[in-house]
């Protein structure tokens, strides 16, 4: 078995879990409320509601928003704790992947900030020549969970998920 590492290998193993995962899904539109047309919904007679209402992956920064401004969303970058999350219980909102947007990953300067973008993962984070004021987010990137976590979750994610072991918030404070 060869070790999951940054790069193209990685990220094509990423992908095509992704895919895999997405397909799950699809397949899992007329289940019932415990996640699958379970014995007790299928004598009943009952395939179930949909488990996503909407599944979305825009490929441009514009059609994201315009999809936004459509309807709610619930965004999804990473990944990596959302589906934990959900058990066995199905999703039930509309889902925008903005996993394909390259303009939302990634860290730049200006003259009077740096801005990380959405999709910067901790990968990105400890690849990046950054001053000595970024040293504690560089080490509490390369503590976030497993290789595998720090290649696909994202910093914005570890933020908005406000779970209470957020490894990169307090170094963000600081």
């Given amino acids: ?10 990220k094509n193993r990423f992908d095509n879990l992704r895919r895999l995962v997405i ?11 415990h996640g699958e047309a379970c014995r007790e919904c299928r004598s009943a007679g009952s395939t179930g509601k949909a488990s996503v209402t909407r599944y979305a992956k825009p490929t441009s920064l514009d059609e994201a928003l315009a999809l936004l401004g459509d309807a709610p969303w619930r965004i999804l970058a990473g990944g990596t704790d959302f589906y934990p999350s ?13 996993n394909g947007l390259d303009e939302l990953r990634g860290i730049t300067a200006s003259a009077s900030h740096w801005r990380i ?4 993962t901790w990968t990105d984070m400890v690849q990046e020549e950054l001053p000595a004021a970024f040293d504690a987010l560089k080490q509490a990137a390369r503590e976030v969970g497993s290789v595998q976590i720090q290649n696909v979750a ?3 994610g570890n933020i908005c998920n406000a779970s ?7 170094a963000l404070l600081v």
Avoid: Q, Y
């Fill in 1 to 10: 078995m060869t070790p999951f590492w940054p790069g193209e290998a990685a």
């Fill in 23 to 33: 397909i799950c899904i699809r397949m899992n539109l007329n289940g019932c409320e």
């Fill in 86 to 98: 959900l058990g066995n219980r199905p999703v039930r909102e509309n889902m925008l992947d903005i």
């Fill in 117 to 120: 973008g959405a999709r910067t």
């Fill in 154 to 156: 994202t910093v914005a």
């Fill in 164 to 170: 209470p072991a957020a490894d990169g918030v307090p």
